[in-house]
């Protein structure tokens, strides 16, 4: 083919997604001179993407088959605008051979590798294939094409449990189940069929043996045109949940240098058996003594920031300046290796309620700057919406240091620094798992987390004198704002009566825990708050937006606060506190659904129902399956009882708390 149709010089740039990554690549192409194009949902009109590109498009309705999925109205999107090129990011189309034939029959140029690259190590099935002929270490599987469930169920037999069963296309952990015992097989491979098909569009399966005790290695590669294909180091990405990466790190602190000259050896000869052209990433599996073959993704990752920043180079650039056919600007020699960089991914869901995904309108977006090794990586904003529709991810705080523990270090304080409200976030949880010995020693594996979840759940430390000391001047200093907008009003000073004194009582809940009552005593003279029987010379100070100084008997500290109606959070400098302002005027109840309502957690589609009416079901016994967020949730009976009524069927898009289902308690015995 010619080369001239494939890769050549553009001006205007689509952006095939949406998003975090939409915005990354908006920033590296406008840096390099480019007009650039958004497309959007109807969820997305506000988005953060299509406010910072040049030009935006509605593709369509909010679900991501209807819009961000369809191939057909992201061409003509490209055709509207006179774009030239499309890059895909991550997700979505990025890895989908269709659309990357689609651009070329357009005449667009496609950011990424051919559909022939793409089908030829796309699938997890046909790269392990390839690797094997090119003797590339593999983990022992069944990579076939039959898949009527006797053959993958003898498979699994030979290789022996547990098994992993995967989906060939995408990735991010949807469509991969862990088998322990040939009983289990045949569930989690519907199960894992239905996700995969959801969210790639296939629904073809591997079966391969489960490592051990694993960690997870993956090599970034780049190729140009020209025959030239560089590995710009390894990343370790182990600390995942369900599959799906948590924390990533570069250089990886496991491998000794001959190690990671072998495995980025290995990363490159497995490219190089499809003259691979662009972007990729090689992923490995190590038991601690060999390394095997995963697959590639022949895409950009989430996790690229960290390969970045110790190489100093702009991957996306490279991207943009191998479409247009220029030659990579190193060679393999010139790729340095300076330091270290971690990540974190920060995702809208409720680590204490199994990781839930949180919906809504993001009310406080604070992030710190980017100085001094720190990188934030995101596509919100106060204001912004966070839908059902797509992925959770919010953003990525990442950082860089000379030394691992300097990384981290540096980690935990942007995400002490980050602060975003109105929705749930695992801020809290990455903390408590960087901050874990295990993870500082590098002691870790695959399932860490799931063995630490409890620990790394947990809620924050029980609040004391000083956050309720806090949570008092946090309230005091918001109605305070107005009064500091005058001028000359003797009510700028904190508690001032020209005579006496007076005081107000509150009430704080902490979780299910009892009210904790403060006083607070101001007027003429200094201001005292009183918590049980100890009393203290209270005074505030306002700082930065969000900040205030807290002065105690005499000693300052700097709070972070956010108030929202009731809900107060705080961080001190014993960490992140969130307390409830008890209502002095009552009004705390709120109408709750009854326990034998089955009702929808958030909005989603309802995916399986997974038992009848009538069915007499154990306490726990799975009733139906929705996606939320492209991810299954399955809701389960809340006791022992029947099935009295299902409200739904298979299909149907349901809003948050929704009835779904009705459940009748058994009778008494």
């Known amino acids: ?374 990188r934030i990586d995101s596509g919100y904003r106060d204001g912004d919406a966070v839908s059902p529709y797509y992925d959770a991810m919010l953003a990525k705080v990442i950082a860089w240091a000379p030394t691992r523990q300097a990384a981290i270090d540096r980690l935990n304080r942007g995400l002490e620094e980050t602060d975003v409200r109105g929705i749930v976030t695992n801020i809290p949880f990455l903390s408590a798992l960087i901050t874990h010995p295990n993870v500082r020693a590098n002691t870790i594996d695959t399932g860490f987390i799931e063995r630490e979840l409890k620990k790394l759940t947990e809620a924050s430390g029980t609040a004391g004198d000083l956050e309720l000391c806090a949570a008092v001047a946090a309230i005091v200093n918001d109605e305070q704002k107005t009064a500091r907008r005058e001028a000359h009003s003797p009510w700028q000073t904190f508690g001032w009566m020209p005579v006496g004194q007076r005081k107000r009582v509150y009430s704080f809940r902490q979780g299910q825990g009892a009210e904790q009552k403060v006083t607070l005593h101001y007027g003429n003279g200094p201001s005292m708050v009183s918590i049980g029987k100890h009393e203290f010379v209270f005074a505030i100070s306002p700082a930065e937006e969000g900040s205030f100084d807290l002065t105690i008997d005499g000693m300052k500290s700097r709070v972070t606060a956010v108030i929202e109606g009731h809900e107060l959070y705080l961080r001190t400098r014993h960490g992140r506190f969130d307390l409830h302002w008890v209502d002095p005027f009552g009004g705390e109840t709120e109408e709750q659904v009854g326990e034998d309502k089955i009702v929808a957690p958030l909005p989603g589609t309802v995916v399986a129902l997974l038992a009848e009416e009538g069915a007499t079901l154990e306490k726990g016994a799975a009733i139906l399956t929705l996606e939320v967020m492209k991810m299954e949730q399955t809701l389960r009976a809340p006791f022992a009882g029947v099935l009295k009524k299902i409200r739904c069927k298979v299909g149907d898009i349901v809003g948050e708390g929704v009835e779904l289902a009705e459940v009748e308690p058994a009778a008494a015995s």
Request: glycine fraction near 8%.
């Open 1 to 374: 083919m010619d080369r001239a149709k494939l890769y050549r010089r553009f001006r205007t740039l689509l952006i095939a997604n949406r998003g975090e990554i939409a915005c990354r690549v908006i920033r590296s192409a406008r840096a390099m001179g480019l007009r650039t194009v958004a497309v959007y949902s109807e969820a997305d009109r506000d988005a953060m993407h299509v406010a910072m590109a040049d030009e935006a498009v509605l593709l369509g309705p909010a679900r991501a088959r209807d819009s961000y999925l369809n191939i057909e109205r992201v061409i003509e999107a490209a055709r509207q605008t006179g774009a030239e090129a499309v890059h895909p990011g991550y997700g979505f189309l990025s890895e989908n051979a269709e659309f990357a034939e689609a651009c070329l029959k357009a005449g667009l140029v496609f950011v990424g590798p051919t559909a022939e690259m793409m089908t030829a190590m796309g699938s997890k099935s046909g790269s392990k294939a390839l690797m094997e002929k090119a003797g590339v270490p593999l983990v022992p599987g069944y990579h076939g094409e039959a898949q009527d469930e006797a053959t993958l169920a003898d498979a699994a037999n030979k290789i022996g449990f547990p098994v992993l069963v995967k989906a060939s296309a995408g990735g991010g952990g949807r469509g991969m189940r862990v088998v322990n015992s040939a009983g289990e097989l045949a569930a989690a491979i519907v199960s894992a069929k239905r996700e995969a098909k959801a969210a790639f569009g296939d629904d073809h399966m591997l079966i391969e043996k489960f490592v051990q005790n694993p960690r997870h290695i993956e090599v970034q590669i780049i190729g140009d045109s020209h025959g030239n294909l560089l590995s710009l180091w390894e990343r370790e990405c182990t600390l995942q949940r369900r599959h799906q990466k948590v924390i990533e790190e570069a250089p990886s602190p496991t491998l000794d240098a001959t190690q990671r000259e072998t495995v980025c050896a290995a990363a490159r000869k497995a490219a190089a058996a499809v003259n691979y052209v662009g972007a990729g990433t090689i992923e490995f599996v190590s038991d601690g003594k060999e390394v095997f073959f995963i697959e590639m993704n022949t895409r950009l990752q989430v996790e690229h920031p960290v390969t970045e920043l110790i190489t100093g180079v702009d991957l996306v650039e490279w991207q943009l300046r191998v479409a247009f056919g220029e030659k990579l600007p190193l060679a393999q020699n010139e790729i340095r290796l300076n330091g270290h960089a971690i990540e974190a991914r920060v995702y809208a869901e409720n680590p204490q309620k199994n990781f839930m995904p949180s919906v809504g309108q993001i009310r406080t977006w604070r992030t710190p700057d980017a100085v001094d090794g720190l």
